[in-house]
T-cell receptor, first 115, second 112 residues
């Protein structure tokens, strides 16, 4: 158990479906992140929330919609996805103000397949 | 722009062999450097880090030295085990509190 829990672990969805990914941490961190991991590509930072406010949105298509209702929970709402969106979606957290130099704690990821 | 380049994998070694995974970077400032490891079916874990030139990060028998003159942060281990089989990511951060620049990852396979 890494301290960051992601559900579901695996998700298969059609292009017309709507689904949500969930991330939960109880480490006392107050910055949370969504990353996309595709085969043979560097990790792509999608969204950053610090103190429950979105502070970065790296040109992510609007079919991905994040939500951070409190400092312990982060969601990624998905709708009308494309097959190229199939990937491993990783959630991470860190202590705000510490950031990368103090290391991120990652969840195990959600393996998403769009059919 | 800032970037991280890792050697392509997979790297296949026998148990107890010496490991080197190369990582070089391009950065405009003075980055901090990291190695993360991803075991099968898991998320990434911070393995080690170095925040300034000539620093050596070490953990679990792995070590890497921040070489500013060669802009490198190569990962080494003297004697690998089957349990070290994983994907290893090199990354750097600059002034941003949030942004890490990642390498593409190197898959390591250790055979008994």
């Amino acid at each position: 158990e890494t301290g960051v829990t992601q559900t579901p672990r695996h998700l298969v969805m059609g292009m017309t479906n709507k689904k949500s990914l969930k991330c939960e941490q109880h480490l006392g961190h107050n910055a949370m992140y969504w990353y996309k991991q595709s085969a043979k590509k560097p990790l792509e930072l999608m969204f950053v929330y610090s103190l429950e406010e979105r502070v970065e949105n790296n040109s992510v298509p609007s079919r991905f919609s994040p939500e951070c209702p409190n400092s312990s929970h982060l969601f990624l709402h998905l709708h009308t996805l494309q097959p190229e969106d199939s990937a491993l979606y990783l959630c991470a957290s860190s202590q705000e103000g510490g950031g990368p130099n103090y290391g991120y704690t990652f969840g195990s990821g959600t393996r998403l397949t769009v059919v | 722009g800032d970037s991280v380049t890792q050697m392509e994998g997979p790297v296949t070694l026998s148990e107890e062999a010496f490991l080197t995974i190369n990582c070089t970077y391009t950065a405009t400032g003075y980055p901090s450097l990291f190695w993360y490891v991803q075991y099968p079916g898991e998320g990434l874990q911070l393995l080690l880090k170095a925040t300034k030139a000539d620093d050596k990060g070490s953990n679990k028998g792995f070590e890497a030295t921040y070489r500013k003159e060669t802009t490198s942060f190569h990962l080494e281990k003297g004697s690998v085990q089957v349990s070290d089989s994983a994907v290893y990511f090199c990354a750097l951060s600059l002034d941003s509190n949030y942004q890490l620049i990642w390498g593409a990852g190197t898959k390591l396979i250790i055979k008994p």
